[in-house]
């Protein structure tokens, strides 16, 4: 079996889409028969671990152009033309609409038609169409979680039959860090204060930062003991990152709310070691990596309770409604200070962690690759 991924979006910087793609590619390596032969398709350069792979069966292919948009819509279907794979999978963005045959298409959410308006101009013209156009071309169409699934099939239902949740899961080796002088080295890199919340993710309106920083302003007016404990917000700026730092001057809050920009794995898992609670008030995901991440590293989590969130967590976290601050100062006060609530919530988190597996996703992502060449 021939298998061709396009991996290009490894070239920009992780955000849950690229950090599946990277993890997707791994897992598959390990699950790939002497007579397959697997293509991954690459942009800018061939990261460090690719280049480490030593199976035979396995050829790196380095796109010429550094272009996304030239990539997608010229360079991989000439590739395709001259490597003929039986199976061509797009775990991150939509195929070019010069591909139209033997497509694997991995659909994270269904954002762009529950939520059109979180989305920008690029996703509303290029995106929004071209995944429309892949739903109904593709083989199969991979997604993350059941809420994703229903969501997805509920605004195409001509193509729920070839839906399939596979899930999602993180590296092994991310846990918590319990390394001191480590621990202290991040804490300095990024300015980190002894008490904090943590927030992760791409600072885009679904993440729903202006209601969290609205509602952590309320929390801190309450008592002066408050602002002892800040907040740290973490991911890439994206569209509509402007309307956030708005906020925050206009509540005063420089000095309590901390912005970390990116921050790689390797140091994310010292920030979710360090803070004392992990806060994510997003009103839609497909799935939530951060929930995932925050428990490996034992962080008692406070999510919304929308969406595929519920299902991630479980019995793990405090739920809040995103729509209602009062809602989370309530869950923030009965939190902040018990040590008991605290501990018992980094047990489950671990315990919950454990229910999430690349290896069992990859075995079921390669068992719909044979089924589908072998039709």
Avoid at 149 to 156: G, N, Q
Wanted: hydrophobic content about 40%; proline content about 5%; aromatic content about 10%.
């Amino acid at each position: 079996m021939k298998i061709m991924i396009d991996a290009t979006s490894l070239a920009r910087t992780k955000t849950g889409i690229e950090v599946y793609t990277e993890n997707l590619v791994s897992a598959l390596i390990d699950k790939l028969k002497n007579q397959d032969t697997l293509y991954i398709l690459l942009r800018k350069e061939v990261p460090e671990w690719i280049t480490e792979i030593t199976k035979d069966n396995i050829f790196p292919v380095l796109s010429p152009v550094n272009s996304q948009i030239l990539c997608e819509q010229l360079w991989i279907p000439l590739i395709k033309l001259k490597y003929k794979p039986d199976i061509i999978h797009f775990p991150a963005f939509p195929p070019s609409i010069f591909i139209k045959h033997d497509i694997f298409f991995t659909m994270h959410d269904a954002t762009m038609w529950k939520f059109p308006e979180t989305l920008s101009y690029k996703n509303k013209l290029y995106m929004k169409p071209l995944s429309k156009i892949a739903l109904n071309r593709a083989k199969k169409v991979l997604t993350v979680s059941q809420t994703s699934l229903d969501e997805i099939s509920k605004a195409f239902p001509q193509v729920s039959h070839k839906i399939i949740n596979t899930g999602i899961s993180i590296k092994n080796d991310f846990h918590k860090v319990t390394d001191r002088e480590r621990l202290n080295e991040v804490k300095a890199t990024y300015h980190l204060p002894d008490r904090f919340l943590l927030t992760v993710g791409s600072i885009e309106p679904r993440k729903n930062l202006p209601f969290l920083i609205e509602t952590y302003n309320q929390f801190l007016n309450d008592k002066e003991e408050n602002k002892k404990i800040k907040l740290v917000i973490t991911g890439r700026s994206a569209w509509g990152s402007k309307e956030i730092k708005n906020i925050i001057k206009q509540y005063s809050l420089e000095n309590q709310v901390i912005f970390t920009g990116y921050v790689p794995e390797k140091e994310l898992k010292s920030l979710y070691s360090l803070t004392e609670y992990f806060v994510f008030p997003s009103i839609y995901e497909g799935f939530g990596l951060p929930l995932l991440e925050a428990m490996a590293c034992e962080t008692p989590v406070i999510t919304s309770n929308v969406s595929s969130l519920p299902e991630v967590a479980g019995n793990a976290a405090k739920y809040f409604n995103p729509y209602d601050k009062q809602s989370l100062l309530e869950v923030l006060y009965e939190c902040i200070d018990n040590q008991n609530l605290s501990k018992d919530l980094s047990k489950k988190a671990l315990l919950r962690r454990g229910e999430f597996s690349w290896d069992l996703v990859a075995d079921k992502i390669y068992k719909n690759y044979q089924n589908s060449s072998s039709k």
